[in-house]
């Protein structure tokens, strides 16, 4: 049974769903980055917000582990290279908290223009002092949002409704989107010029990290007013301490902040900012959204293989996995095989996927294809890894699909190249759910894969099956199935031969020195 641990605190329903999926689970909120180290190998899965730090160290203790599910969006609390590398898939749940965030936002626009926080501690400290404070109307205001996909669509409409004007500065942005959900799509400097109020909602990157530094903040209208509810980084906090300090904005409010927990700020106790603790989730509805998406994520993954959400693998809905499942198997077996084959370096990799196959999502069955082929020449490949490893090493991944013009009603075939040549492998699936390679090297074949075997390359001349199977007895290597292929009598000819144990280095040293043998090599399989 799958086991999982969550380390931050989630909604119960989380571990509800957990056990009715058959999946263990262990709740230890608020583990010191040595406690998780310690206990974390016992875990296939970690379910967490963004308290848990999935650092490359807790990643290289974490032996067992296949997944990290983040309850919400961002997932910068998680280095997905490291988790990439190790084979452990990273999910989030992209749309349980996006409404909750967008109110948050728009509330902190409602509480910097009316000074509601400063107010209520007045009025509760008995002052009373309706002449201090005197706001300023949304109405017909110019609200400018950086970053305009989930959480800023929703933040632009519902300032629609409150009659503002939305203008949105996002590369990724299209005109269409723009027109469907009414804002007038601009380029950042002119955002800067005609805004009244700015809302941040981009994730963190090395693009958006300070994008409102202090030269952002100079081209700023004066008075503007301030929003972050995404995430601390993006503003550069000295230089907005400084405009409020010389009186260019008007104020700021802020969810988030470069550090966090932040207990202690230069910021804290300026009546014109207003802050929260990264409570932009923090709602009833959301909390329950994503503790039951991310719980039904993780289990559908560790229970059935389907990959929802996830930010470092292809998609894998519940449906598919079921019939993808017998050809993840053929793919690595023609990955492994063709990987073992080959000599020399890498350059290219062509996949064929035709009749059936054709029609299958196809993105996992390359992955694991490229986690065949790439096993037996490095180590540490995964399905995870294996992409990212093909295109840093500048390996040429090509995927074709066409209907089945043959004999076979499916076949995937991996054509292979390398600086020395091409090799390639067929294969196909007996009775729906049984891996058979059908051709090797264009020589057709009938044979099943199984950990140990032998690829001979021959001259087809009479009595050298004899004399191969006499060598390997010698040698009492016990014989399991033993399969001939050849283009044309006397031709090119393959000789497969499954045999129960490991062939080692002297007896391939014997065969290769058979006359007729052109080459040998071993196989293993695990
Ligand atoms: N405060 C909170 O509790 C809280 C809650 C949820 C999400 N968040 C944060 O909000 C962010 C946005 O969430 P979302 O669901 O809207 O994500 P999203 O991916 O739907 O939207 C992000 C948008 O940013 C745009 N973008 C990317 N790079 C950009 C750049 N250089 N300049 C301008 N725009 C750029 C993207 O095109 C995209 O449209 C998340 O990354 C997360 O960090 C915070
Ligand atoms: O879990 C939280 O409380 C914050 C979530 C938020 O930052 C997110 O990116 O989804």
Known sequence: MPKVLISDSLSPRAVEIFKERGVEVDVKVGLK??????????????????????????????TNLKVVGRAGIGVDNVDIPAATARGVVVMNTPFGNSITTAEHAIAMMFALAREIPAANASTHAGKWEKNRFMGVELFGKVLGVI???????IVADRAIGLKMKVIAFDPF??????????????????????????????????????????????????????????????????????????????????????????????????EKVVATPHLGASTTEAQENVALQVAEQLADYLVNGAVVNALNMPSVTAEEAPRLRPYMKLA??????????IDGSLKGVAIEYEGQAATLNTKPLTAIVLKGLL???????????????????????????????????????????????????????????????????????????????????????????????????????????????????????????????KVDDALLATIRALPSVVRATELTFA
């Open 33 to 62: 980055p040595d406690e998780l180290k310690a206990i974390i190998g016992e875990y296939d899965g970690l379910a967490i917000r963004s308290n848990t730090k999935v650092t490359k160290d807790i990643l290289a203790a974490a």
């Open 147 to 153: 970053g305009c996909g989930n959480i800023g669509g």
């Open 173 to 270: 942005l299209s005109p269409e989107r723009a027109t469907e959900i009414g804002v007038e799509k601009v380029e950042l400097e002119d955002l800067l010029k005609r805004a009244d109020f700015i809302t941040l909602h981009t994730p963190l990157t090395e693009a958006t990290k300070g994008v409102l530094d202090a030269k952002a903040l100079a081209k700023t209208k004066k008075g503007v007013r301030i929003i972050n509810c995404a995430r601390g980084g993006l503003i550069v906090e000295e230089a907005l301490q400084a405009a409020i300090e010389a009186g260019h904005v008007a104020g700021a409010a802020l969810d988030v902040f470069a550090e966090e927990p932040a207990k202690a700020h230069p910021l804290f106790g300026n």
């Open 375 to 501: 096993g037996p020449l490095m180590e540490s490949v995964n399905m995870v890894n294996a992409p990212v490893i093909a295109k840093e090493r500048d390996i040429k991944v090509a995927e074709t699909k066409r209907t089945n013009d043959g004999d076979y009603q499916t076949l995937v075939r991996i054509i292979v190249t390398t600086d020395k040549g091409t090799n390639s492998v067929t294969g196909t699936l007996f009775g729906g759910d049984k891996p058979r390679l059908v051709e090797i090297d264009e020589v057709p074949i009938e044979a099943e894969v199984t950990p140990f075997m032998l690829f001979v390359r021959n001259e087809d001349k009479p009595g050298f099956i004899g004399k191969l199977g006499t060598t390997l007895g010698n040698a009492s290597v016990n014989i399991a199935t033993f399969h001939l292929g050849r283009t044309a009598p006397g031709a090119n000819a393959i000789c497969l031969v499954s045999v129960d144990q």
């Open 332 to 341: 690595e077996q023609l990955g492994g095989f063709v990987g073992q084959l």
